[in-house]
């Protein structure tokens, strides 16, 4: 009975120690998670600090670029413009010798200065047009004169050996005569298309003058101007009717 006592007495001792053992190994595992969960928590915090932060820095960064990247817009747009009106002055002064060589310029300018002008591109673009109409027309009459005094010329050279000497003397006088003459419109054709040039050289000048003063301008002059504008076209009218 004493043995049976004994043996009885050591297995319930050894279960309360298991059970002792199994509870500590619970413990442990719980305090673990718990610290693990603990920690996950702390790294989400900073990550979201640092996130914070990192959007913070982002908004003042944008901030002070932002003043930049508009003056360098507007300085950008004013070199265009001024690219642009350079163009077109040398325009006004095409020769034979030069047009292809303005014609290239002329091209790159609209293609690479002209979508940079901002809000004046549509009016540069119409001026543009215009210019370059006006060039391009000069040098075709140009062209066509001297080629109708090419074939003139050859002409009379082919003819000159058939001539009797009176033929000679009246074909002398007639091409003495037709010289003058297209001396006289060559002339005369110089002098319309410099009165041209001039004009428009004039309105370049007007309209780049009126340009620097509108932009001058205070709000009230710039109102002012307009009330002058409609009321001096309210006395066209009057005095045509």
């Known amino acids: 009975d004493d043995d049976r006592r004994r043996r009885g007495s050591s297995s319930d001792s050894d279960r309360r120690g298991r059970k002792d053992d199994k509870k500590k190994k619970d413990d442990d595992k719980k305090r673990r998670r718990r610290g693990s969960s603990d920690s996950d928590d702390d790294s989400a915090a900073r990550k979201k600090e640092k996130s914070s932060k990192d959007k913070e820095a982002a908004g003042k960064s944008a901030k002070a670029e932002g003043p930049q990247d508009e003056e360098a817009k507007a300085l950008r747009q004013q070199q265009a413009t001024l690219a642009v009106l350079s163009c077109f002055q040398k325009l006004s002064d095409v020769s034979l010798e030069n047009f292809e060589t303005l014609k290239a310029e002329f091209d790159e300018v609209m293609k690479k200065d002209l979508p940079d ?125």
């Not at 058939?162 to 110089?190: F, H, S, V, Y």
């Not at 298309?193 to 309105?203: G, V």
């Not at 309209?207 to 002058?228: D, F, G, L, S």
């Open 117 to 241: 002008t901002g809000a004046q591109m549509a009016t540069l673009k119409g001026e543009a047009e215009r210019v370059f109409g006006y060039a391009k027309q000069y040098i075709d009459q140009v062209r066509e004169q001297q080629k109708s005094a090419g074939e003139l010329k050859k002409r009379s050279d082919d003819g000159e050996a058939e001539k009797t000497e009176k033929d000679d003397e009246a074909d002398a006088k007639r091409r003495k005569k037709e010289e003058e003459e297209e001396n006289e419109r060559e002339k005369e054709q110089r002098q319309e298309e410099e009165a041209a040039a001039a004009k428009r050289r004039e309105r370049e000048e007007e309209r780049r003058r009126i340009e620097e003063e509108r932009k001058r301008e205070t709000p009230e002059e710039a109102a002012a101007r307009r009330e002058q504008e409609k009321k001096k076209k309210e006395e066209d009218m009057r005095r045509k009717e």
